[in-house]
């Protein structure tokens, strides 16, 4: 029985830390017609000089992506981005509130570096392609609410997602190495194996997918001077 409610609260928590460790999702964490988009949206916090510089890079980003999928032209250079995101916790509970996750550390700061190739890229928004980003590393720094003290865990992840006709359609997170303290190591790991095992979060990996490729696509439009992929 224990077995079966640490699993469970580890596939809640790995589910909470796969949306804070993949900054490249920032703002499309709420899919149409979830319970969380029909609520009254929040006053937008004031960004602190970091958290505008990581924004401003995680936009760098998002243009060069979404440019490769409105333009569906496979030559050029591939997507190699350093990007992070600090996650107050307040925003953490407000994504995860309404996708029975659990959140049980305070402010959390991850950091990876996405690479993508440009022709699966290209290919993903014509014909349809499974695309492997590979093996990439997903390191956060996760502070405990009570200590005042934080956690440095680095998770390995080597995703898949197939689309067709320029949306995803399946993914597969593929959780590798974990390094992280015991405790943090005791909660992880037992949702990542379960995920492995059972696929339980690659329908979240399409919506948010899905979102980023559409929604945050159309508002870049200008920036990208290339028709919107929005549809």
């Known amino acids: 029985m224990w077995s079966r409610m640490n699993a469970a609260l580890g596939r809640r928590c790995v589910g909470a830390l796969l949306i804070a460790g993949l900054p490249f999702y920032a703002g499309a ?19 602190t000089p970091e958290e505008a510089r990581e924004k401003a890079q995680r936009k760098i980003c998002k243009i060069q992506i979404c440019g490769i999928f409105a ?6 250079a591939d997507i190699d981005c350093p990007i992070v995101k600090t996650w107050r916790e307040s925003d953490i509970e407000d994504i995860i509130s309404g996708g029975k996750l659990d959140w049980p550390w ?3 700061r991850c950091a990876t570096r996405l690479r993508i190739k440009r022709s699966d890229l290209a290919a993903a928004a014509a014909a349809g392609i499974t695309v492997k980003l590979g ?14 003290e934080s956690y440095d865990v680095k998770v390995g992840i080597a995703p898949e997602v197939t689309f067709a006709n320029g949306r995803a359609t399946a993914a597969q997170i593929n959780w590798g190495a974990i390094d992280a303290p015991l405790l943090a190591y005791g909660v992880i790991w037992p949702g990542a194996k379960l995920d492995n095992s059972l ?9 948010m997918t899905n979102e980023f490729m559409g929604r945050k696509c159309a508002a870049l439009k200008d920036e990208t001077a290339l028709p919107s992929t929005h549809q």
């Open 29 to 47: 964490q709420t899919p149409a017609g979830d319970p969380a988009a029909l609520a009254p949206a929040k006053p937008k916090h004031v960004l």
């Open 71 to 76: 333009s569906r032209a496979a030559q050029g």
């Open 199 to 207: 696929n339980v979060l690659g329908g979240q990996v399409v919506k």
């Open 135 to 148: 093996a990439h590393t997903l390191a956060c720094s996760l502070d405990l609410k009570s200590e005042g």
């Open 106 to 108: 305070g402010k959390a």
